[in-house]
DNA sequence: AGGATTCCCGGGAGCGCTCCCAGCGAATAT
DNA sequence: ATATTCGCTGGGAGCGCTCCCGGGAATCCT
């Protein structure tokens, strides 16, 4: 019962070519024939066979999403489900399949590119939080397959998609120091990667336009996590700092844990930023000020650049940055009830 | 610089069949002549064409996973998370590509069949979160593509692999008993999924063997979601149960945020028990008694059975329960120190 | 009116692979 | 000694599709 272009052909009436200029919605076909064809392929449920179609054309209308395995724990973040979905969404409309590649273990990530990249069975690749000096990066730009990188890779040359992790931490730091926060400490992110490094980076240059600097003492690094967090607020509040901006949303959480434990009161005794714009920084208590950054549409826009560069709209190193925005809310708001702090 | 078996076998001296059976792994190969062609092919580094390939031999070596719909909000659901991590570290052993489905409309669930299904492009189909009644389900048990079921579907006739949730729910309810109490109350999971159903069910059937019954007044729904968790709670709490299974853990979360609102202690006022064995589960204050279901475990699984469906090692409907495990924790050890209620 | 153009349509070629069969030399059986 | 088998190899056929080219009919031009 598997039907061919032939098959649908001589149903019409009309030969293997004239079908597929239908199916394909080419020219030069009449329109009595085209609907008579159309409405064969209607009637059988035909569908061209997607491994001979891709053979000739040498398209396959898949695209894969890379995640190494490093990211495991982290899976469970929102931040990846959000981009997922934007990925899947916009690789769905685009009228591809969205191949997913999750990692364990470095062998599985080496294995990648022969098995599946020289194989031909991706028209691009989406590569998600890639590690500095990722060697995954390295083979990849090397060889002539589509890949854009979603946040800013370590190296140059290649297309990229990013929030403005710079820009966030810029607003971050002026938001705070317009609040006349004067003591501002940074709960920052991992500098091993460039989300937070540029979010760093944005903090001190946000203090410096407001001509202050970034006390070392008032810094300390975290890794994402909400334990991170926490840990990390555990040394920084015995600096008191009335201010704080937390790298990312999640960490901000543990953060606020803390404080909590220590009686420290959340806007009243210090103030705090997030990162990310979580759907659970609204229902915090208190909801949390974050820099809010559009992930589901960082996915969508890295489908549409990687099918640019797929189909030659674009070519080589694209870069696209995506805006960030200030969300103020109760944790940065000195005029709210006291809702923070002990419960 | 497109490598085909014809290039291989001239530089290796053989032809175009010889190379194929060699990377084949087939028989009837001198040993000499293997050698020469596997250096040739590592030297080269070629890798055979997946269309080419695909179109001959009638199998893609792709995988589909589709999550429909209405599962976006739960998808930050960390079982989510673990079943498609599981699922993916099986077909990355056994050789296959993963293929992600995210539906964010009906239209793209239908869209699903026809374009991909009858195009040849999978060899088989993973489909979670089904519903009850769901027209996906029917119309994909009509094809013939295997297909295995997360979950217990509504229909018989079909593959699936579930855990225990029938036992889960005796395991829960017979714990309850064994601890002295006897106002036991349900906060349950929606009965229009098999989950939810087969839970209750477990959960009555285990009361009745302690020669029990549970009491309607005693039962409420949640949603699966934490807010559903917390507002069934408000209302369960006015019965005053002296036992509550909660249908899942995160429902669980919810119901111990309302009792600490309304100064109930867990497990010293009120004992409970979760369903998931999620890692929060242990983090939670109290810790919570959970009935651990093998999430990643039954992703595996799937990817097993439907690989034995494809190879024809298996055949029809096979059905596959996993064992669900009691984890007791502190919220059903009234002898713990008093560390939930009030902090 | 006759030739050039345009619009449709059909069939050959070939994408890179696997499967099948024929051939060939060497080893074994009769 | 010839007949039979077996291990190994090469090439033809064909999977279902797209692309290209050529032919026939309808339309256009001067």
Redesign the interface.
């Known amino acids: 019962m598997k039907l061919t272009l032939e098959d649908i052909g001589r149903l019409a009436g009309v030969s293997r070519s004239t079908v597929s200029r239908v199916i394909n919605n080419q020219p030069n076909v009449h329109d009595d024939v085209r609907a008579n064809v159309l409405e064969v392929i209607e009637r059988t449920?035909?569908?061209?066979?997607?491994?001979?179609r891709?053979?000739v054309s040498g398209r396959?209308g898949?695209i894969g999403?890379v995640i190494p395995s490093r990211v495991?724990a982290i899976?469970?973040d929102?931040y990846f489900?959000r981009l997922?979905?934007g990925i899947?969404?916009a690789s769905?409309s685009s009228g591809n399949?969205?191949?997913?590649?999750?990692?364990?273990s470095a062998e599985?990530e080496t294995d990648l590119y022969?098995?599946?990249v020289?194989?031909?069975?991706l028209d691009g690749l989406i590569v998600t939080a890639t590690r500095m000096g990722d060697p995954l990066l390295a083979s990849l730009t090397g060889s002539d397959l589509p890949v854009v990188i979603v946040g800013r890779p370590d190296t140059g040359g290649v297309s990229y998609v990013d929030v403005d992790n710079h820009d966030g931490g810029v607003k971050a730091a002026v938001h705070l120091y317009e609040l006349g926060h004067r003591k501002i400490g940074l709960l920052g992110a991992p500098v091993s990667t460039t989300a937070g490094l540029d979010r760093l980076n944005g903090f001190v240059q946000g203090l410096a336009t407001c001509g202050m600097a970034l006390d070392p003492k008032l810094r300390v690094d975290g890794d994402f996590s909400e334990s991170g967090g926490y840990e990390a607020m555990q040394k920084l509040a015995k600096q008191r700092p009335d201010a704080v901006f937390a790298a990312s949303d999640t960490m901000a959480f543990g953060a606020l844990r803390a404080l909590q434990e220590h009686g420290i009161s959340v806007p009243q005794d210090m103030a705090i930023v997030g990162f990310d714009g979580m759907p659970a920084s609204e229902k915090s208590i208190p909801a949390l000020t974050t820099i809010r950054q559009p992930v589901a549409e960082t996915g969508t826009r890295a489908v549409q650049v990687l099918n640019d560069l797929i189909s030659g709209a674009a070519s080589a190193p694209v870069v696209e940055i995506l805006p960030v925005e200030l969300v103020v809310r109760q944790s940065t708001d000195s005029t709210a009830p006291a809702l923070g702090g002990r419960r």
């Open positions: 449920g035909y569908a061209p066979n997607a491994a001979a891709s053979l396959s898949v999403l495991h899976f469970e929102p489900s997922i979905q899947s969404a769905n399949m969205l191949s997913l590649f999750l990692f364990q599985e022969p098995r599946v020289k194989a031909g069975f």
